[in-house]
Structures are given as C-alpha cells and as structure tokens.
C-alpha cells in the first residue's frame, strides 16, 4: 500500500507540472547535448541507474524470481527515482527562468516513469496501467495499453559506472549533513555553511560543480573544500568514504555528548571491521566462497577501516 502510494503521488507531482508545461524536447537533442539542451549529473545518473536496473530486472523475470523484481523495482522507484531525482528536479520544473532544463526536467521525469511502469506490470498491474496511460497524454509512445507495451531494453551506452559513483558520494554527504544538522536539532530551513578536507581536487571539483544539490537538499549555502583543512573549532563532524565534513557549532552542543557518541561508532567500525577481518582470515570462506563475493568483503574491509580510522582521529581532535 505504501509503495503504491508513493507511485501515485510521484505520478499526481509529474501530471501536474507536464500539463502546466507545454511541448517536449526531442530525445536526440536532448541526448546529445544538441539545441541547447544539457543532460547534468543527476539525469545522467537516473538513466545509468534505469538501465541498470532494466538489465537486472530482465535477468530475474526470466529466471522466475519475482521477489528479487520486486526488491529491485521497489528501491529504484522509491529510493532513487522518488526521494532523490523528483526532488532534484524540484527547482528546474517550478522555474520558468531556463525553459530548456525545465523541459529537460519533465522530458526525463516521464521517460523514467513510463518505463519504471513498464518494469512493474506484471506485479502491479492495475496501478501502472492508470499511471501509463496518464502519461500517454503528453509523452508519444507506440503503445497505448501497457498490456500490449514492450518490456524496456537496456541500452549499455547509459550505464556510466564513474557517474554513479559520483552521485552515490554526493547523495552520502548529503545524507551526512542532514544527520548533522538532527544531531543538533537545526531547522530544516536554517542556512548553514560547512567544511570538508577532501582527499583530492577532483573532489573540490565536484562539490564546486554540483553544490546547488547541496544548496536544495541540505541548506547548505557555503562550501569550504581543501585537501589539508583543518578542523573549525566547535565543530562537529562526519565521515564520508575518504573525506571529513565538519559543521561549526559556536558552541549550541554539549562536546562531551559527542565525545560519547563517537566513542560508540569507533566501538561499531572496530566490532565490524573485526567480523570481516575474521571471514577474510578464514580459509574455508577463501577457498569456497564465490571470487565476487570475497572481492567485496575485501571492498568493505577498506571501506570501514578508513571510516574507523578518520572518526578515531576525529574523537582524538576533541
């Protein structure tokens, strides 16, 4: 129910703003970067994401695992279609100011949805059917039943494994400056200026390039981006993959309470660090486990020794 509920009013959003907006771009220009059109790394990472799971989903419907379609279609839509690229496109739908993102907006937003359907069909039939046809109204497709609609192709030249790395580190930070700010208990519309030591200047790079999502998802309105930064004083702190986000306080926190909460999380990264260091140790897992699922073990290992290294080095700062 739930689930159904979030479909319907991410479709009653995109219905709204498509029948306020006229036309549509064409999708070779739009593609292609041609009339004027520029896809950002938010489009790009929804279409490598939908192609991705596209080719996951044709894999489970023909090896009859439904609840693994299920599980996949579920996070898309709701975890990464809804909560992250409707909320991104927020600001180019409502804005009249550049009509060439805001019909790049709602042309993507339909496209997504329109397969997204597609997918989902054979579990959800009678909601995606409504969905489908709603956006047969202002999104020319061959078909105009979803029972007779082709199950979508995956296209390998969208997925970009580099872009959803970026976007992944981008919506992490941005999940970390919300988990900051409750910590604090700072309003949502309260503006905040934050400081992050970066490991490299491609990073500086991409926070300078894509700070408006920031800006629309965190309140963040200034960014102070440096390899060696060091830490603001009153300032508490989070740990995201290999970079150091730090939130000045002026002192609105108990740094005692802190201390405490960070002494906890050291105590977590070790007791898993030392889980996964006893499955690497282990010869039987070595030498029976798949070589995918052991690479991954070893991805994690590093993944959380470098948290566990970066929050003990945070504590010791306090």
């Known amino acids: 129910r739930n689930f159904a509920n979030k479909i319907w009013n991410a479709y ?12 549509l771009p064409k999708r070779d220009d739009l593609m292609n970067g041609r009339d004027g059109f520029q896809l950002e790394l938010a489009d790009k990472w929804i279409y490598s994401r ?13 090896s009859l695992r439904f609840n693994d379609v299920a599980n996949c279609l579920m996070n898309f839509i709701w975890n990464e279609f809804c909560s992250w690229y409707l909320e991104l496109s927020k600001d180019r739908i409502y804005s009249d100011e550049d009509k060439k993102q805001q019909l790049t907006a709602k042309y993507i937003l339909l496209d997504v949805m329109q397969n997204s359907m597609r997918m989902l069909q054979p579990i959800m039939p009678f909601i995606t059917q409504e969905v489908f046809s709603g956006i ?4 020319q497709l061959s078909e105009d039943s979803l029972v007779i609609a082709n199950y979508p192709k995956c296209d390998e030249t969208f997925i970009d494994t580099k872009i959803d790395k970026e976007m992944t580190f981008i919506q992490e930070t941005i999940t970390a400056i919300r988990n900051l ?6 309003s949502p ?10 490991h490299d200047n491609e990073q500086i790079v991409l926070f300078k390039e894509y700070e408006n999502y920031l800006e629309k998802l965190a309140k963040v309105i200034e960014i102070e981006a440096e390899t060696d930064l060091k830490k603001p004083k009153s300032s508490i702190a989070a740990v995201v993959q ?6 000045p306080l002026s002192g609105l926190i108990d740094l005692d309470k802190e201390r405490d909460k960070l002494q906890r999380q050291v105590d977590k990264l070790d007791n898993e660090l030392k889980k996964i260091n006893g499955k690497l140790n282990n010869p039987k897992f070595i030498a029976n486990a798949p070589e995918k699922i052991v690479s991954k073990e070893k991805d994690k290992y590093t993944e959380v020794k470098t948290k566990l290294d970066k929050t003990k080095t945070i504590l010791a700062d306090l």
């Open 136 to 139: 047969t109204d202002h999104f």
């Open 181 to 186: 700010r409750k910590q604090v208990n700072l």
């Open 12 to 23: 009653r959003y995109i219905m709204m703003n498509a029948e306020n907006i006229k036309k």
């Open 189 to 198: 519309a309260k503006e905040i200026k934050i400081f992050i030591k970066v």
């Open 50 to 62: 939908l192609n991705e799971v596209i080719k996951e989903t044709t894999e489970y419907y023909d």
């Open 242 to 247: 290999n970079i150091e986000i730090y939130l």
